[in-house]
């Protein structure tokens, strides 16, 4: 058995990255709909600041793994 193959390895990366900003995103609803006091407005803010970085990683990757594709292929 050899080294994972890159290919394969950033695939896996981009659906790991797609599940993530999933479950983000319904924690994010989960806690606007119950942690809705003032006192939790920093919670909400950190699991939007989180679903965002996670989304903008997920989009680089796509588009990373859109590129090496165009390159194997052209």
């Known amino acids: 058995m050899g080294p994972p193959d ?7 990366a981009v659906r790991d990255l797609a599940q993530l900003a999933a479950d ?15 006192e939790h407005a ?4 950190r699991l939007e600041n989180a679903h965002a970085a996670v989304e903008a990683a997920l989009i680089e990757a796509r588009r990373r793994v859109r590129l090496n594709e165009g390159q194997e292929g052209g």
């Open 6 to 12: 890159p290919k394969e390895v950033a695939t896996n």
């Open 24 to 38: 983000l995103n319904r924690t994010k609803a989960d806690a606007a709909h119950w942690l809705d006091g003032p």
């Open 42 to 45: 920093s919670l909400r803010h």
